[in-house]
């Protein structure tokens, strides 16, 4: 199978949430340029234990910026070696597969559990989606943290409680306004300049972009748009319905809403 992919030249892509990413070349990571990639031919580069295994590509997702990494399988001839979890250590994507066996130099396939990306894929557009909604229903809300997980995700906000708990249906269905309009997510690399132009044509500032050359920007069309490296849907009706689920206080004007996305609209 043959994948084109566009070669990073960078020694270092920015990390969501300030953390950096050393890719030195070694590891193509093809989810950043297509998230809808469930299949790719790789390399092993290195095994550690022999149980984690680094690849010269993947396009499995490790847990990071927010977002639970990918399973699946890697594939060796007929032999199947189970992917347990995907993280980054000494930043490099390893995989950690469910029995020793794979060696340096090994061509493997390797294969997604596709319903578990779809549903982060969708999740996490979802959570671009409703923080846009926040932001711009309420004049000082600061969002402080977001996270997305299989089944839910949450944000973390500061802001007039009394305001938030009287506005939080009317931003709920700004949210799912933006779902039913089906717009473009695009997701690319751009050049810092380009990334920032892009931020202030959206009135957002562009000091909050993270440092390096090249940043990857992901825009729900004239909705929102925010440097990410996470995996995101093509179209926000690929989402599904929003659904805020519930108002937790975590402090003094510190609220965590947790949200889902349904299958349909029923
Ligand atoms: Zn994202």
């Known amino acids: 199978m043959l994948i084109s992919f566009m070669p990073l030249n960078e020694n270092q892509m920015p990390w969501m949430g300030g953390e950096r990413w050393d890719m030195d070349g070694v590891v193509e990571p093809l989810y950043l340029y297509d998230s809808y990639l469930r299949e790719c031919e790789a390399e092993v580069q290195s095994v550690e234990d022999g149980r984690y295994v680094v690849l010269d590509r993947t396009i499995f997702h490790p847990e990071g910026g927010g977002q639970p990494w990918d ?18 250590f000494s930043g490099r994507i390893s995989h950690e597969v469910d ?30 989606i409703l923080w846009a909604a926040l932001v711009k229903s309420i004049e000082r809300l600061k969002i402080l943290s977001s996270q997305i997980a299989l089944e839910h995700g949450r944000l973390d906000v500061r802001a007039d409680r009394a305001e938030l708990i009287g ?58 748009v925010a440097a990410c490296l996470g995996t995101h849907v093509r179209r926000t009706g690929e989402v599904g319905r929003i659904k805020i689920l519930k108002r937790a206080s975590k ?9 889902t996305t349904l299958d349909n609209y029923t």
């Open 99 to 128: 029995r020793g066996g794979l060696e340096v130099g090994d061509s493997i396939r390797c294969h997604l559990d596709w319903d578990r990306r779809y549903k982060l894929m969708r999740m996490h557009t979802a959570l671009h």
């Open 167 to 224: 506005k939080l249906s009317e931003i709920e269905e700004a949210a799912n306004r933006i779902v039913r309009e089906d717009r473009r997510v695009i997701a690319r690399i751009l050049e810092r300049e380009e990334a920032e132009r892009l931020l202030l044509s959206y009135g957002e500032n562009p000091s909050q972009l993270p440092s390096g050359e090249r940043v990857r920007m992901v825009e729900v069309v004239d909705w929102d």
């Open 71 to 88: 399973t699946g399988e890697i594939i060796r001839g007929g032999e199947e070696f189970k992917v347990l979890y995907v993280g980054i």
């Open 251 to 259: 402090g003094r004007n510190i609220d965590r809403i947790y949200f």
